[in-house]
């Protein structure tokens, strides 16, 4: 109601782990007092994946889907879901392609998404020893 939608097209899992719930409305952290993610282990992937399905049959979700879901994660989700994921997010761009991953999405039906598809600004340094895609000479 509060998007004022009758339906979503597209819903994912954003990240595959649960965190501890801060709250309906509110902007509460899921960072424990020491500043690390505070994660609820008591809450499987699987269980999640089946209420989004629910979501879908209710007619409020169109399509679902996971994000940054490696290999092996995406494959057990192909395995109890009743409801095959449209989409896998995940990062990949010229300097980090996971072809692997890809082609495992490709041959299964799910469409990728790229998130920081032109790579990760600062990060590229810091990770990758590399410039900004958009500054590497052989990618202009």
Known sequence: EKLQLDYLDLYLVHFPLATRHTGVGTTGSALGDDGILDIDTHIP??????DMEKLVSMGLVRSIGISNYDIFL???CLAYAKVKPAVNQFETHP???RES???FCQKHGIV??????????ASNNEYF????????PILK
């Open 45 to 50: 992937l699987e269980s999640t994946w089946h």
């Open 74 to 76: 995406a494959r057990d």
């Open 95 to 97: 300097y980090f392609q």
């Open 101 to 103: 991953l890809v082609k």
């Open 112 to 121: 990728v998404t790229a998130h920081t598809p032109l790579g990760g600004a």
């Open 129 to 136: 020893g590399t410039v900004s895609c958009l500054d590497d």
